[in-house]
T-cell receptor, first 109, second 115 residues
Framework: GQNIDQPTEMTATEGAIVQINCTYQ??????LFWYQQHAGEAPTFLSY??LDGLEEKGRFSSFLSRSKGYSYLLLKELQMKDSASYLC??????????WGAGTKLIIKP | ETGVTQTPRHLVMGMTNKKSLKCEQH?????MYWYKQSAKKPLELMFV???????ENNSVPSRFSPECPNSSHLFLHLHTLQPEDSALYLC??????????????FGPGTRLTVL
């Protein structure tokens, strides 16, 4: 079956750096997405990776290794507003999105 | 952010009620989606419409009935639901289902409670 694994919850300190990992086993690969979802709100698009390597967008970066079935989201200079759930999703060979259960990130002062 | 709107935001209904969820997108997209989000579980894709045609129905019980009158509007009609149907129902839209780097944009969801 198809599977996306990410940690259930992580805690980090304001101003620090945190890395949220995502491993996947899917039938084919056509890109990996990261979304941010604040409690009670819509998931919002953060990043898309389809080739190996690092994509940087301000304080957020996303890395992909297709051979390892692995991605991470790196958040730098953490702010309290970064407290949210982070969802990893992979598009399979049928162009369907397979979702992880999300990682709840708690930022402490 | 008003790209994708959903109403109502909260809904409480009994098992014998009939209600409808509404979604509207203002992004000029051609694909719309219904997802179910339960606590600590992955998003579950329910239905996909591409250019107003239903292209996916992921074994969803018939008590959920989608309707897509045009590319901007999507409804989810609910009847004789069960308590386990209580969840956050998210609507999303994208340029075209399955296309290239197609990215989905989500509405804020309807929090549904079935008593």
């Amino acid at each position: 079956g198809q599977n996306i694994d990410q940690p259930t919850e992580m805690t980090a300190t304001e101003g620090a750096i945190v890395q949220i990992n995502c491993t996947y086993q899917t039938s084919g690969f056509n890109g990996l997405f990261w979304y941010q979802q604040h409690a009670g709100e819509a998931p919002t698009f953060l990043s898309y990776n389809v080739l190996d390597g690092l994509e940087e967008k301000g304080r957020f970066s996303s890395f992909l290794s297709r051979s390892k079935g692995y991605s991470y989201l790196l958040l730098k200079e953490l702010q309290m507003k970064d407290s949210a759930s982070y969802l990893c999703a992979v598009r399979d060979s049928n162009y369907q999105l397979i979702w992880g259960a999300g990682t709840k990130l708690i930022i402490k002062p | 952010e008003t790209g994708v709107t959903q109403t109502p935001r909260h809904l409480v209904m009994g098992m014998t009620n009939k209600k409808s969820l509404k979604c509207e997108q203002h992004l000029g997209h051609n694909a719309m989606y219904w997802y179910k989000q339960s606590a600590k579980k992955p998003l579950e894709l329910m239905f996909v419409y591409n250019f107003k045609e239903q292209t996916e129905n992921n074994s969803v019980p018939s008590r959920f009935s989608p309707e897509c009158p045009n590319s901007s509007h999507l409804f989810l009609h609910l009847h004789t639901l069960q308590p386990e149907d209580s969840a956050l129902y998210l609507c999303a839209s994208s340029q075209e289902a399955g296309g290239g780097t197609d990215t989905q944009y989500f509405g804020p969801g309807t929090r549904l409670t079935v008593l």
